[in-house]
């Protein structure tokens, strides 16, 4: 054995491209590690927080007023904790909520995602609350659809749309 075939033992010839090009040594095994943090998904862009209810009066809101024309007619739509208040930055932002737990056994509807548009600030609410204190505090209608109404208090996931 001669120190040249020691010497390069472990080392493979170039490579070459699909244009015939020599490859630097080494990127032919780096290139599976390349592609599969292309083909990855994205990082998930979702928050956790919690979750209460708020019931009627919902006007005025701290975004529009009374203006009635603001609630969707499907009426999914929430006020923002302080967390996402945003000194109002957050008006007319809409959510994807998910509920995610509860101190309460099997309070979350499987598998049920809503999406919510931000109308008010919680700490302004006309309404009280089922909890204060939440990241964000959804109608009746919306956390209705995401759990039972028994429970005043959800872990959520939400994610802006």
């Known amino acids: 054995m001669s120190y040249q075939t020691v010497f390069t033992c472990g080392l493979s010839?170039?490579?070459?491209?699909?244009?015939?090009?020599s490859l630097p040594l080494g990127l032919p095994n780096l290139l599976p590690w390349l592609l599969s943090f292309l083909l990855l998904?994205?990082?998930s862009l979702a928050d956790v927080g919690t979750?209460?209810?708020y019931g009627p009066p919902y006007?005025?809101?701290a975004c529009y007023g009374s203006d009635e024309g603001q609630f969707p007619a499907n009426s999914?739509?929430?006020?923002?904790g302080e967390g996402i208040w945003d000194n109002g930055a957050s008006c007319g932002r809409e959510y994807l909520v998910r509920?995610?737990?509860s101190a309460t056994p099997?309070?979350?509807?499987?598998?049920?995602t809503i999406q919510v548009v931000i109308l008010d600030h919680a700490a302004t609410l006309n309404s009280i609350p089922s909890t204060n204190g939440t990241t964000m505090v959804l109608s009746t209608t919306a956390?209705?659809?995401i759990t039972q109404q028994s429970v005043e208090l959800i872990n959520i996931e939400f994610t802006p749309v």
């Open 13 to 21: 010839a170039p490579s070459t491209s699909p244009m015939g090009k």
């Open 41 to 43: 998904p994205p990082p």
């Open 51 to 53: 979750a209460s209810f």
């Open 59 to 61: 006007l005025p809101t």
């Open 76 to 80: 999914l739509y929430a006020a923002s």
């Open 99 to 101: 509920c995610l737990s």
């Open 106 to 112: 099997d309070a979350c509807v499987e598998g049920q």
């Open 143 to 145: 956390f209705g659809m």
